[in-house]
C-alpha cells in the first residue's frame, strides 16, 4: 500500500477534482460499469491543467510480492496521460469504452473496445481519448519513481530533476 499512498498524494485536491470526479461517475454510470470500491485518484502530472494532461485512476489491486497491478484508467476527450516510459513494469492495456490513440515509440495506434495492447518496458508511450475513454491496464506491480517523464518538469518519478 505504501505506493497507493505516494500516488493519492499526487492526486488533484481541488475544485477540478470534484468537478472531474462528478464528469467521470456520470460516463461510468451511463457505461454501467461497476468499480472498485476504492478512492479514484485524479492525476495531473503535476502541471496544473488536468484536462489537457491528466487521468483518473482507479486501483484494482497492486500486489508488489505477487507481482502484478490491475487498474482502471480514464481520460476525458482530448487528454493526454504525458509521454513516459518505465524501466521495470510492462503493461497491457485493454480497451472497456470509448477510444484511445495510444503514441508508442515513433507509431500511432487507434485501441478501440476489445482491444489489447502491450507496452514493453522502456519503450515510451502516451495515451490520448479520442472521446471519454476507460481502459484496464494489467501490469506489473506500480512503482511511482518507475515513471520516467519526457517532460522533467513533471515532479514525479525517476527523470524528475530537484532543483
Known amino acids: 500500500m505504501e505506493e497507493l ?9 481541488d475544485d477540478v477534482r470534484k468537478k472531474s470526479l462528478r464528469e467521470f461517475y456520470s460516463y461510468v454510470n451511463d457505461w454501467q460499469i461497476a ?7 485524479v492525476l495531473d502530472f503535476g502541471l496544473g491543467d488536468f484536462y489537457t494532461n491528466g487521468l483518473i485512476e ?9 507481482g502484478y497491478c490491475a487498474k482502471y484508467l480514464f481520460v476525458f476527450d482530448g487528454q493526454t496521460c504525458p509521454k513516459h516510459t518505465h524501466q521495470v513494469k510492462a503493461e497491457s492495456f485493454f480497451m472497456i469504452k470509448g477510444e ?3 503514441r508508442y515509440g515513433d507509431k500511432e495506434i487507434r485501441l478501440k473496445p476489445g482491444d489489447v495492447f502491450l ?9 490520448t481519448g479520442i472521446g471519454p475513454a476507460l ?3 494489467v501490469s506489473k506491480p506500480c512503482y511511482i519513481d518507475d515513471n520516467y517523464f519526457a517532460n ?5 518519478g525517476g527523470n524528475y530533476r530537484k532543483e
Request: proline share 9%; glycine share 0%.
Open 58 to 66: 482507479c486501483w484494482i489491486v497492486n500486489e508488489v510480492e505477487a
Open 35 to 41: 468499480l472498485p470500491n476504492v478512492e479514484p485518484l
Open 135 to 137: 481502459f484496464l491496464e
Open 100 to 102: 484511445l490513440l495510444v
Open 5 to 13: 499512498k505516494k500516488a493519492q498524494d499526487l492526486s488533484v485536491k
Open 152 to 156: 522533467t518538469n513533471i515532479p514525479i
Open 119 to 127: 507496452v514493453e518496458p522502456s519503450r515510451y508511450h502516451s495515451m
